[in-house]
């Protein structure tokens, strides 16, 4: 199947010959469903904090943050392309007629873009845009309605290039002072929630190679004036998704895809491969965020007071872990009894069938396993129509019963009973997740081993024309989240505003 030239490009990906045989053998054999039980719902697997503990949880995280690393971990090589989608269209065929005025303005999916152009000046980038011509340009361009000329000035190197950057370079919001990018805003969130006035914050933004540069550039511009203005130190790192996560592509019979020139097609695994990225880092706790989740300071407080609430969760229920921990090996009848309730009621994990016939080091053994694992805290907002993975309880390889993030893609929607259960959902992931990566002695926990492999997808995708399946590794907080112990908790849906097109930046929550 392989010649010589292509087991060298595998070596030059820094993939293996067994690695990439075990891709196109999945394949081949599909990827088996995760097999959902039933819905999280609020009291059956969401908590929902009384004011009363989300002060308690806050007063416990802003306690113990002098004494611990805390990182906020940003995945940033989002491109913005897929924001001005309706915007490309019309620069590509809208020629300034009446003719094109008339199908435009019948053809529905082209009111956002006169809602784009009647909101122009209400972007933060308008200042940005029109600077790219003359005064005399710009008005003969908006009276001529040379809608096109204008974007290809937003869109393309002619002039701001936004439909070729990510979505952290972008201007979101405007200030008095100023407009930021998503990525100044992280920097605002990290000084805020992430240290102490004195202290140091840490952020880490994994991003595509050809952007690195420019995120560089961009913060070391703005974070000394936002270090001045909080008091603080911010120490900001970058990484990139590993080329050998990338995933070899298969044509329709399962065959390596190859390019014309004949060499092998390997695309990026997907969001779940950055879980290398987040085993590299050094913290305590990390916090993760997507990077178009943010809203201007005059509405940031629920989003940092829930973030301490969902940190100061996780502590108190690692304390509760490793106190368990370290007195398991000695544990009488009574205190297993304790550590099963706590497993199951707290941990949300039900044991598998054949546990009751364990014997008590045998319920030892279990016990450890369940314990002794990374910790994840994910908040999660009521489903009002946002696309997102949602919060189920599913059986797991073992035969045991935990709390998963579950997208459709892994659902079998054609059981009907399976695609009943996904329809119950009451709530989704936003993306908004407080991790505790290591153990009771300090030592971080290798994530790789905390991963399950069998919870990756196949997707169709073409190429030069060509039709081909792409392989996607199990997602960041799906899969290669599965065997952590996790809890999810109910935050407001004010912290949950993500920007999926260019209008959405027009909602009163970015403005």
Known sequence: ????????????????????????????????????????????????????????????????????????????????????KSLFTLMDSYKGTAEDDAKFEKDKSFQSVYYFFNHLEDFAFFHDLKATFSEAEWDKLLAEKNYPQILRHLLTEAGLNYGNLPKGLLQFHKYKEGERTPAQEHLVEAANSCTVRGGTAYLHMTVSPEHREKFTSHIAAKKGAIEAEYGVKIEVSFSIQKPSTDTIAVDPENQPFRNPDGSLLFRPGGHGALIENLNETDADIIFIKNIDNVVPDRIKGETYRYKKALAGVLLDVQAQVFSYLAKLDTADETLLGEIDQFIQKTLCTQPPAAFAS??????????????????????????????????????????????????????????????????????????????????????????????????????????????????????????AMSDWNTLFVEVPIITFNPVKTVNDLLRDEHR
């Open 1 to 84: 199947m392989f010649t010589e030239k292509d087991l060298r490009q595998i070596a030059d990906q820094g993939a293996t010959l067994v690695t990439v045989e075990k891709q196109i053998e999945d394949f081949r054999q599909g990827f088996p469903f995760l097999k959902i039980i039933r819905a999280a719902t609020v009291g059956d697997g969401i908590i929902r904090l009384e004011e009363a503990a989300v002060n308690q949880a806050v007063s416990q995280y802003e306690e113990a943050l002098p004494k611990k690393k805390v990182l906020k971990f940003v995945p940033a090589s989002g491109a913005a392309s897929r924001m001005f």
């Open 358 to 479: 364990l014997s008590t080091e045998e319920k030892k053994a279990y016990f450890q396993t369940k314990l002794n694992r990374p910790i994840r805290v994910c908040g999660m907002v009521k489903n009002e129509g946002e696309p997102g993975g949602g919060p189920f309880w599913a059986q797991n390889s073992d035969g045991s019963v935990s709390l998963q993030i579950a997208e459709s893609a892994q659902i079998d929607t054609q059981d009907p009973s399976q695609k009943d259960l996904m329809e119950t959902a009451t709530h989704f992931n936003p993306v908004d997740l407080v991790c505790a990566p290591r153990d009771r002695f300090g030592k971080p926990f290798d994530l790789l081993q905390h991963r399950d492999p069998q919870t990756g997808f196949i997707s169709s995708k073409s190429q030069g024309g060509k039709d081909l399946k792409a392989l996607e590794l199990p997602g960041l907080w799906n899969g």
